[in-house]
């Protein structure tokens, strides 16, 4: 169940009665690797394998899918077993809905290497791909949504928050062959350096969303490659890093 019903009082002017809101749900779902916790994840409850692929990759734990080598699901808790890497001891992140925990080594080198080219009008045509029910009936999700190069919709993901949609487009694309190096995602969010980051953990070019980037973001962008794009309307867009990304015509 992604939603719950709730009475509220909502006061209007001189009036007060009270109203029935839909509400979306979130529930604590614990990741385990190599039989260590590593995140308390508050997510919607769907998609979980998705989310714990692209989580993996996203924040760096693995290159690709075929370094986890065991999966399993108890409920609310996710024991994944990957290739070894270091410092996995080290790592314990809590993560909530509303905010993520930047894993940012300074030396980290990540740079994207993917030579596809994006026009402007099939991003600006994909805006209407954020929308969903769930979001119209709580006001309370994000969505995240793989596009290709002609602004058609690969996957999409709901989530409560804003990481874990992310995660799960990414998870999706790699459990099933997706070369994410020739699409884009757009996101419903604002664009944090978690939030490129992880895009440019897995090889995604382009980086769209219909909100603000913050300053983070968009050093992230410009030192890993990201065109990143913003205030994305159903005619105008912003560029903050490597335009060369972009086709010049339409």
């Known amino acids: 169940m992604y939603t719950k019903n709730y ?19 979130e529930g604590t779902i614990e990741l ?12 919607t409850p769907e998609m979980l ?41 080290l790592w314990r992140e809590l993560r909530s809905s509303g905010c993520v925990g930047v894993k940012w080594d300074e030396n980290e080198s990540i740079f994207i290497t993917s030579g596809t080219r994006f026009s402007v009008y099939p991003i600006c045509k994909s805006l209407g791909f954020l929308e969903s029910e769930i979001y119209k009936e ?28 992310f995660d799960k487009v990414v998870g999706y694309a790699y459990l099933n062959g997706i070369d994410v190096s020739e699409h884009f995602i757009f996101s419903s969010g604002r664009q944090s350096a978690g939030m490129v980051l992880k895009a440019a953990r897995a090889g995604i070019p382009l980086v769209a969303s219909k909100t603000a980037p913050l300053n983070s973001g968009i050093d992230a962008a410009q030192r890993t490659g990201v065109c990143l794009v913003c205030f994305v309307s159903h005619n105008k867009i912003t560029v903050f890093s490597h335009p060369e990304r972009l086709l010049c015509r339409q």
């Open 49 to 89: 394998k998705e989310l714990a692929i692209g989580y993996l990759i996203c924040e760096g734990l693995v290159k690709n899918a075929e370094h986890i080598t065991d999966f399993k699901i108890d409920e609310k808790r996710i024991y994944v077993t990957i290739d070894e890497t270091e410092h996995l001891e």
């Open 32 to 43: 385990f690797v190599n039989k260590l916790p590593i995140a308390s994840i508050l997510a």
């Open 7 to 25: 009475t509220a009082i909502e006061h209007n002017g001189n009036t007060v009665h009270e109203k029935i809101y839909t509400v979306a749900v």
């Open 138 to 165: 709580t006001h309370g999700t994000h969505a995240a949504c793989l596009m290709n190069t002609e602004g058609d919709c690969v996957t999409k993901a709901i989530d409560v928050g804003r990481h874990n949609a």
